[in-house]
């Protein structure tokens, strides 16, 4: 319940946005789940169907598609097969392989739910003829499914060489799919056709084998159930009964079908039929009989009370119990009549013969179809064939003629290329004489030039000799403007009468600064050292800040600048690695006063 709530949310929350790539994730989450959890299915399917109106028509056919797979796998049965006819046309014309194997495979199955067996069996062949087993992404188990409905409807009709052959298939592609319970179910059901087939030994090998791979996958439950079919067969000798017994003895300590009370649920009663068969084999009649008796449950089918009345006959001729032997040879004969009744041996072989010539109808049109497409490929073949012929010649004549007068055209360049290989004959011998003349004028200028290259080398290293001194001096000269230009600045920030209103208040305690001197002594300070002031404004914009700056730059100490302020010495340290961080990206406060000189060159020592 917590899984098909939580797929519902989740597809609420998909198909909220309202977009067609989210109805196809849902469709996609739907199918991945489909095999293991087709309730949890159908309800994202039955949440996306109220978004119908806004699908195109192949989504709305996939997502019917789909649906109807869900339904069929909740155990529903088609009480109509109009929808998946619909469907099984549609996907032919415009489908993948899986989803045309897939649609007749429901068609089948509506056919089946509605008691038309042989209308069944043919949509099923027609979902295997679709099916492409080369492609890299078919979906095996979809077939695995086909064979395995077809193999019910033959055992339903006692078709059982049909049956066998369609088992086989069925295991085949259902270990291909990945799906190894259902190839070793296929296998192990496939023994009951071989008993009734009167092939005993091939059944108990099938068996053996299928419980053994059972065991080995860990369905160990699967194969105690199939084991009851070992146990029927040796309980038929008297040879083989301690086998049984100790089939029985393991069904019976490991089976989950048991109650608290170790009795079987009443669907599984035909269990006593082999239990009794035991005792009366080694000529324990009273719990032949108990067991024979166990059988029975409200309902049971004339076929489903076949055993229990044969087991109680024969326990009663036994014991000689005339009444009892009439009572019960009359409901034995009831119950055997009625099951003979239910199967007619001439409709059944009329029905593999409708199989057998339906299928041959059907690849009978198929090879009519197949000649008539090669005799159209042929046709069109000769036709084309011709055409291209027509063609060639026309290419043919049209090319004789140009190639005639690129003959003429040959024989013209071939004089043109004569006289033109004279001309580049006499051009060579010029460009010869040319470069011999050439190579005797570089000999004489190799000398020139390596004369002027000497020349060039001592002028050039002259030049760069009185380059350097040149810099030199104007470095000198711009050091000394800068210096002059700084102590300029900083001789005006000094004398300025509220800087040294400060300082003096900085030696010696005096009356505390103002609010207004601070604001005089910021606007000094902002004149005096613009560039130092914009950062400040911009990376600290405090005024504790610009005021500790100031007086660092005035050389005020710590404990003064502390007085001054009314913090703490801490206080203003912290004050100072701040600036130095945010400003140099240094976290000392000792090494402030030294970068703001190098940086802003406020010469503290003034």
């Given at each position: 319940?917590?899984?098909?709530?939580?797929?519902?949310?989740?597809?609420?929350?998909?198909?909220?946005?309202?977009?067609?790539?989210?109805y196809?994730?849902?469709?996609?989450?739907?199918?991945?789940?489909?095999?293991?959890?087709?309730?949890?299915?159908l309800?994202i399917?039955?949440?996306?169907?109220?978004?119908?109106?806004?699908?195109?028509?192949?989504?709305?056919?996939?997502?019917?598609?789909?649906r109807?797979?869900?339904?069929?796998?909740?155990?529903?049965k088609?009480?109509s097969?109009?929808?998946?006819q619909?469907?099984?046309?549609?996907?032919?014309?415009?489908?993948?392989?899986?989803?045309?194997?897939?649609?007749?495979y429901?068609?089948?199955?509506?056919?089946?739910?509605m008691?038309?067996?042989?209308?069944?069996?043919?949509?099923?062949?027609d979902?295997?003829?679709a099916?492409?087993?080369?492609?890299?992404d078919?979906?095996?188990?979809?077939?695995?499914?086909?064979?395995?409905?077809?193999?019910?409807?033959?055992?339903?009709?006692?078709?059982?060489?049909?049956?066998?052959?369609?088992?086989?298939?069925?295991?085949?592609?259902?270990?291909?799919?990945?799906?190894?319970?259902?190839?070793?179910?296929?296998?192990?059901i496939?023994?009951?056709?071989?008993?009734?087939?009167?092939?005993?030994?091939?059944?108990?090998?099938?068996?053996?084998s299928?419980?053994?791979?059972?065991r080995?996958?860990?369905?160990?439950?699967?194969?105690?159930r199939f084991s009851?079919?070992?146990?029927?067969?040796?309980?038929?000798?008297?040879?083989?009964?301690?086998e049984?017994?100790?089939?029985?003895?393991?069904?019976?300590?490991?089976?989950?079908?048991?109650?608290?009370?170790?009795?079987?649920?009443?669907?599984?009663?035909?269990y006593?039929?082999?239990?009794?068969?035991?005792?009366?084999g080694?000529?324990?009649?009273?719990?032949?009989?108990?067991?024979?008796?166990?059988?029975?449950?409200?309902?049971?089918?004339?076929?489903?009370?076949d055993?229990?009345?044969?087991?109680?006959?024969?326990?009663?001729?036994?014991?000689?119990?005339?009444?009892?032997?009439?009572?019960?040879?009359?409901?034995?004969?009831?119950?055997?009549?009625?099951?003979?009744?239910?199967?007619?041996?001439?409709l059944?072989?009329?029905?593999?013969?409708?199989?057998?010539?339906?299928?041959?109808?059907?690849?009978?049109?198929?090879?009519?179809?197949?000649?008539?497409?090669?005799?159209?490929?042929?046709?069109?073949?000769i036709?084309?064939?011709?055409?291209g012929?027509a063609?060639?010649?026309?290419?043919?004549?049209?090319?004789?003629?140009?190639?005639?007068?690129?003959?003429?055209?040959?024989?013209?360049?071939?004089?043109?290329?004569?006289e033109?290989?004279?001309?580049l004959?006499?051009?060579?011998?010029?460009?010869?004489?040319?470069?011999?003349?050439?190579?005797?004028?570089?000999?004489e200028?190799?000398?020139?030039?390596?004369?002027?290259?000497?020349?060039?080398?001592?002028?050039?290293?002259?030049?760069?000799?009185?380059?350097?001194?040149?810099?030199?001096?104007?470095?000198?000269?711009?050091?000394?403007?800068?210096?002059?230009?700084?102590?300029?600045?900083?001789?005006?920030?000094?004398?300025?009468?509220?800087?040294?209103?400060i300082?003096?208040?900085?030696?010696?305690?005096?009356?505390?600064v103002?609010?207004?001197?601070?604001?005089?002594?910021?606007?000094?300070f902002?004149n005096?050292?613009?560039?130092?002031?914009?950062?400040?404004?911009l990376?600290?914009?405090?005024?504790?800040?610009?005021?500790?700056?100031?007086?660092?730059?005035?050389?005020?100490?710590n404990?003064?600048?502390?007085?001054m302020?009314?913090?703490?010495?801490p206080?203003v340290?912290?004050?100072?690695?701040?600036?130095?961080?945010?400003?140099?990206?240094?976290?000392?406060?000792?090494?402030?006063?030294?970068?703001?000189?190098i940086k802003?060159?406020?010469?503290?020592?003034?």
């Open positions: 319940m917590k899984r098909i709530l939580f797929f519902a949310l989740t597809l609420s929350l998909l198909v909220s946005c309202g977009t067609r790539r989210e196809k994730d849902a469709l996609l989450r739907a199918e991945a789940v489909m095999d293991e959890h087709p309730d949890s299915a309800q399917l039955d949440s996306l169907g109220q978004y119908e109106s806004e699908f195109n028509r192949h989504f709305r056919m996939q997502y019917q598609l789909h109807q797979n869900a339904v069929n796998k909740t155990s529903d088609f009480t097969d109009s929808l998946c619909v469907l099984a046309n549609y996907f032919d014309r415009h489908g993948t392989v899986n989803e045309r194997v897939l649609a007749h429901l068609l089948g199955r509506a056919y089946t739910d008691g038309d067996a042989p209308q069944a069996i043919n949509t099923y062949q979902a295997i003829d099916a492409d087993t080369t492609a890299t078919f979906n095996f188990y979809t077939l695995e499914c086909v064979y395995a409905q077809m193999a019910d409807l033959y055992r339903e009709q006692l078709l059982l060489t049909n049956e066998i052959k369609a088992r086989k298939k069925a295991s085949h592609y259902a270990f291909r799919a990945d799906k190894p319970k259902w190839g070793i179910y296929n296998q192990a496939s023994a009951g056709a071989y008993i009734l087939l009167n092939k005993k030994d091939s059944a108990e090998i099938i068996l053996k299928a419980l053994e791979q059972y080995k996958h860990g369905y160990t439950q699967h194969a105690l009851r079919t070992l146990m029927h067969l040796y309980t038929d000798s008297f040879q083989r009964l301690e049984a017994k100790a089939l029985m003895d393991q069904f019976e300590s490991e089976s989950e079908l048991f109650d608290e009370n170790h009795e079987l649920p009443p669907s599984q009663h035909q006593y039929d082999y239990k009794g068969k035991y005792y009366e080694i000529n324990r009649l009273d719990s032949a009989e108990y067991y024979y008796r166990k059988i029975y449950r409200p309902g049971m089918t004339p076929v489903e009370q055993p229990m009345y044969k087991g109680l006959l024969s326990v009663f001729t036994k014991q000689h119990k005339t009444d009892s032997m009439a009572k019960y040879a009359l409901l034995y004969g009831i119950a055997n009549d009625s099951s003979i009744a239910l199967k007619d041996q001439e059944v072989s009329k029905m593999v013969a409708t199989y057998n010539y339906s299928r041959q109808q059907k690849e009978a049109y198929k090879n009519e179809v197949k000649a008539y497409k090669t005799l159209m490929g042929l046709i069109i073949s036709v084309l064939i011709a055409i012929c063609t060639s010649f026309l290419l043919w004549r049209r090319n004789r003629q140009k190639i005639n007068q690129l003959k003429m055209e040959l024989a013209d360049a071939n004089v043109e290329y004569e033109n290989l004279n001309k004959q006499q051009l060579e011998f010029n460009q010869r004489e040319l470069i011999t003349a050439f190579h005797q004028r570089l000999s200028s190799q000398g020139e030039i390596a004369q002027i290259n000497q020349e060039y080398e001592d002028e050039k290293v002259s030049l760069l000799e009185e380059n350097k001194a040149l810099q030199k001096r104007i470095e000198q000269l711009q050091q000394e403007k800068s210096i002059s230009k700084y102590l300029e600045v900083a001789t005006s920030f000094a004398e300025e009468p509220i800087v040294k209103r300082r003096e208040i900085s030696r010696k305690p005096l009356s505390p103002t609010e207004d001197e601070w604001k005089e002594l910021t606007n000094v902002a005096s050292y613009p560039e130092l002031y914009r950062d400040l404004r990376y600290s914009n405090t005024p504790q800040s610009i005021r500790v700056c100031i007086l660092t730059i005035l050389g005020v100490g404990n003064e600048q502390a007085n302020l009314d913090i703490t010495n206080r340290s912290n004050t100072k690695s701040a600036l130095n961080k945010t400003l140099f990206n240094e976290t000392s406060s000792r090494t402030l006063n030294k970068n703001l000189t802003y060159n406020t010469m503290p020592s003034l």
